[in-house]
């Protein structure tokens, strides 16, 4: 295992963990271009058996996957080796999911789309202040708030659209409307 302030310059070794084919692909590809070793899962098994094959120094979970989950994972990686660093990525990030994510072990949370640099960047500062863990500077705006709670009474009413607006107290169409737009930046 590499010390804990080796840059990603240093050959750092990148377990990308995603179903989509072509974002794990061009994640792997930009990480090689910066002198990583990487290596690519689409599965929770896959990820269990690459990662303790090649012992990475960071795997990159998606959230949404199919059978085990990102957040399922992170326990498992754990295990195995509780010195690699996890950061998950999601297109569904939400408060709740983050805090969830950190509980269980997990280092870092980003919203997709997060390029390599921004992965990188968070990488580095957690070895850099690997014994201060702290929050992060930046805070959602109410959009994104509004958002992410919609998203969340939405997964709890297993994608209902009608029962959710029932539940946020607004019309159903009002919900769908709000729905077809894109997530507003943080």
């Known amino acids: 295992m590499r010390s804990p302030k080796e840059t990603a310059s240093d050959h750092l070794v990148i377990l990308v963990v995603d179903d989509d084919s072509i974002l794990r692909n061009r994640l792997c590809r930009a990480f090689r271009d910066r002198g990583c070793e990487t290596y690519q899962a689409e599965t929770a098994e896959e990820t269990c058996r690459l990662a303790a094959g090649v012992s990475p120094d960071l795997v990159l979970l998606d959230l949404k996957m199919p059978g085990l989950n990102g957040i399922d994972l992170i326990q498992n990686i754990k295990k195995q080796d509780n010195t ?98 894109f997530p507003p930046a943080i």
């Open 84 to 181: 690699i660093a996890v950061i998950i990525l999601t297109g569904y990030g939400s408060i709740a999911t983050a805090m969830q994510a950190l509980r269980l072990g997990a280092d870092h949370y980003l919203s997709k789309p997060a390029d390599a640099e921004q992965i990188l960047e968070a990488y580095n500062d957690l070895n850099q202040d690997s014994t201060h863990k702290h929050a992060p500077t930046t805070v959602p705006s109410l959009a994104r708030v509004e958002w992410e709670h919609i998203q969340r009474v939405l997964s709890d009413c297993s994608g209902n659209i009608s029962q959710a607006a029932k539940l946020l107290g607004i019309h159903r169409r009002s919900l769908q409307r709000k729905l077809s737009k």
